[in-house]
Each structure stands twice: as structure tokens, then as C-alpha cells.
């Protein structure tokens, strides 16, 4: 059992935990030049059809009428990701999981169902989980989105990172990217869950390795150590 005496300490180093090869310095690094390399404006505009190159949207819209009349010209949209804005060239049936993966670099948002059943591309919108693959990239202009590099890259998070990486709440990791968001946004609304509180905010995100269990040992661990910290 976990308490706020025993958190990071003896009774729950003396759980059988195997040692996993992440750590908060190596994750939150690699979140953190994610985000730092994506523009905030854009100064190429490549076709999505054809693919070739323009260095405007009047010159791309053109480029539309003579090649590819009737087909709808992709739009700017102003995203505001992990506190950071940034357009995007989108065309109007894009998901965000996609405009994430293929025009940000932002990859933690993970492709598995498709279909708003396994909650791997879950991300944060105004505080709400919600599923990048079934959410319009058009939709969440003047939204706030957070994605798992947003939270591994903020200090804040430490905890919470460090947590999941010492239960090593993961086998492949495919699915730890959507558990960890589900996590952070069930922390942000309630900081002191129990484990039913858990499982109930985790009931949307699908395990195929069967991790269940160490997600809500390292939650309750996490928010134990931000508690004390303040
Ligand atoms: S990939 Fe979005 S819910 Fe499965
Ligand atoms: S750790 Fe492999 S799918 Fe969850």
C-alpha cells in the first residue's frame, strides 16, 4: 500500500519492480525539442495532393484552381499546443491525431484503433480528455490542446513521469503516451483519486499488454509526491 510516508521510499521499493530504461531527463527532453521545433508560422505550403512545394496560400489556392478544381483548398488554422501557437495547413477533414502526427512531429498521440475505442491519441482540450482521432483538426482553433509532450516537458509532471517510469507501468509502450494524458487530466481535476477514481478515469484507455494495475500504483504514487511538494 502506498502512503504519503512510504511514496518513492521503502515500502514501495520493496515491491518487485522491474527496471525500466526511461527516465523523466530522457523523456522530457525529447518532448521538449518536439514542440520546440515546430513554426509558428508557416512559410511553406505543400500541396497534399500532388505535393508540390509554394511559399504562399494565394499562390497554393491558385495552384488548386488549375490542377485540382473542385477539390477543397486546404486552410491555415492557429492551433494553441502545449502553450505555444503555431498554424497549420490543413485540409477541412484532417483529424487532429493526424495533423499532430504528419504536420507537427508530434507523435506521442498514438494511431491504433482509428476509431475512438482504445483512447492511445488521447489529449487534453480546455481541460477535458478527449480522442485526437476522432476530433477535427478545424475544431480546436482557439482551444488549448496538450499533448503528452506538453506534460512530459513541464517540471510540473515530474512525479508523475518519474512514477510511471519506476512502477514501469508499460510493456511496450504503444499505449502509455494516452494512459499518461488520461492521467494528467484526472489529476488536474481531482489530486488526491482513489484507486476506483482511477480506474474510472482509465476506463477509456485500452492496454493490450495488460498493464492495468502499475498505472494505478504509479497515479496514486504520483499524486502523493505533488501533494507534498505543494
Ligand atoms: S486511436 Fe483514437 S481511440 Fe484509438
Ligand atoms: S504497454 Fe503495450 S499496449 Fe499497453
Redesign the pocket.
Known amino acids: 500500500m502506498i502512503n504519503e510516508e512510504n511514496a518513492g521510499k521503502g515500502a514501495v521499493n520493496a515491491v518487485p519492480v522491474a527496471k525500466s530504461p526511461f527516465t523523466h531527463a530522457s523523456t522530457s527532453a525529447q518532448a521538449a525539442a518536439a514542440i520546440g521545433a515546430i513554426p509558428p508560422v508557416l512559410t511553406e505550403f505543400n500541396c497534399p495532393l500532388c505535393n508540390k512545394l509554394y511559399y504562399s496560400i494565394g499562390d497554393l489556392t491558385k495552384h488548386y484552381e488549375e490542377c485540382h478544381p473542385g477539390r477543397v483548398v486546404p486552410r491555415i488554422v492557429v492551433l494553441h499546443i502545449n502553450g505555444k501557437d503555431c498554424e497549420v495547413l490543413v485540409e477541412p477533414h484532417w483529424t487532429l491525431?493526424r495533423t499532430l502526427q504528419f504536420r507537427l512531429g508530434l507523435t506521442g498521440a498514438?494511431?491504433?484503433?482509428?476509431?475512438?475505442?482504445?483512447?492511445?491519441?488521447t489529449v487534453i482540450i480546455d481541460g477535458r480528455p478527449v480522442?485526437?482521432?476522432?476530433t477535427l483538426t478545424v475544431e480546436c482553433e482557439g482551444k488549448s490542446i496538450t499533448t503528452v509532450e506538453g506534460i512530459a516537458a513541464d517540471p510540473k509532471w515530474k512525479p508523475l513521469i518519474d512514477a510511471y517510469c519506476r512502477w514501469d507501468a508499460m510493456q511496450c509502450g504503444y499505449c502509455t503516451p494516452g494512459f499518461v494524458v488520461s492521467a494528467k487530466a484526472l489529476l488536474d481535476r481531482n489530486p488526491h483519486p482513489t484507486e476506483e477514481e482511477i480506474k474510472e478515469a482509465l476506463s477509456g484507455n485500452i492496454c493490450i499488454c495488460g498493464t492495468y494495475p502499475r498505472h494505478a500504483q504509479a497515479i496514486m504514487e504520483a499524486a502523493l509526491k505533488m501533494s507534498a511538494e505543494g
Open positions: 491525431k498514438k494511431h491504433m484503433c482509428d476509431r475512438g475505442v482504445c483512447g492511445s491519441c480522442l485526437s482521432c476522432t
